[in-house]
């Protein structure tokens, strides 16, 4: 199937929708296609959420985030991280955990490794 096709449109008229194993965290689905495991989203970290109890994670398909405005606290990496900040993340990479005190909003893109 593939990711639909859209003309611009404003991503306001997107709700955001709690991400429910990630207390304080919310997301913005723009597009998807769970058939090839392609998503572009847009992810809002409360402020002062705090990661460290999940860890350091990795997992099995690459993942592109931009920091759109906010910031956050790598605490693997001893590292903030603010708007305009790009990571590029290949499948088994190991990142995180992090902290945010005033929170952030990103746009995450993940497909297949």
Do not use: N
Not at 33 to 46: A, H, N
């Amino acid at each position: 199937m593939g990711k639909q096709e859209l003309e611009f449109y404003d991503t306001d008229t997107v709700s955001w929708t709690p991400v429910t194993q990630h207390p304080g965290v919310s997301e913005r689905i723009l597009a998807r296609d769970p058939d090839r495991g392609l998503l572009t989203r847009m992810v809002r970290w409360d402020p002062g959420l705090d990661t460290s109890s999940a860890g350091q994670v990795s997992h099995e398909y690459f993942e592109e985030v931009l920091i759109l405005s906010g910031s956050m606290h790598d605490l693997g990496l001893q590292q903030t991280f603010s708007t305009g900040f790009y990571a590029c993340r290949p499948p088994g990479m190991v990142h995180g955990p992090w902290t945010t005190v005033d929170g952030c909003v990103m746009l995450e893109i993940q497909y297949a490794g």
